[in-house]
């Protein structure tokens, strides 16, 4: 079975957008890669949020609270978790949330973006992120139950990564799609 995701092809709106949103936050000490992470994650709720009016998906903007980015038809919250990648996602790959704050960000639901660069683009800025790939969503008790706990310094030995903080780890084909996600947040679908 295929991994259906959809690929959004960036442009200069959605780099700027991004670069303005990151330029007002502050640099959260936990933060692996600092002002990049703002940047990286920013950039994956500009193209989301493109996509919730697209699709008349009500949210209202929550990023100012430590606890989740989006409050979703005045139903659901919704954290947006934005990850760097140098290929297209495949249905086996990981999509992850660090431990460092789980105690206290408990949202209804994640949302999984991934950014495409190509790999030997040695630049810092953000247009070298070519495309968005909009994965889908969990919720919070399906992440806890299927995904797979990692320790700092631990290595996943099917791909190669060290993890540099404790995380949880949920594979692609876990996730419900984007056309659930939109009967769910509409109030459609349970």
Sequence with gaps: MALKYIKVELVKNHWESALKRAENLKIFTNSHRKKEANEVG?????????????????YKD????TT???????LYTLDVKTKDRTVF???HFDNSIPLYN???????YYYFVSLKRDS?????????????CLLGFLDLKSL??????????????????QFWTDCLNVKMYDLYDNKKMIKVFKGEEL
Excluded: M
């Design 144 to 161: 806890e139950k299927s995904g797979h706990h990692w320790k700092k310094g631990e290595t996943d030995p099917s791909n190669g990564t």
């Design 42 to 58: 920013c950039l994956g709720e500009v193209v989301l949020e493109e996509f919730f009016r697209k699709h008349n998906i009500k």
């Design 89 to 91: 996602p495949k249905k």
């Design 62 to 65: 929550d990023r100012d609270k």
């Design 68 to 74: 989740h980015d989006y409050l979703i038809n005045n």
């Design 120 to 132: 030997s683009n040695k630049s810092k800025k953000i247009d070298r992120f070519s495309h968005a």
């Design 102 to 108: 789980h105690d206290h960000q408990r949202p209804d």
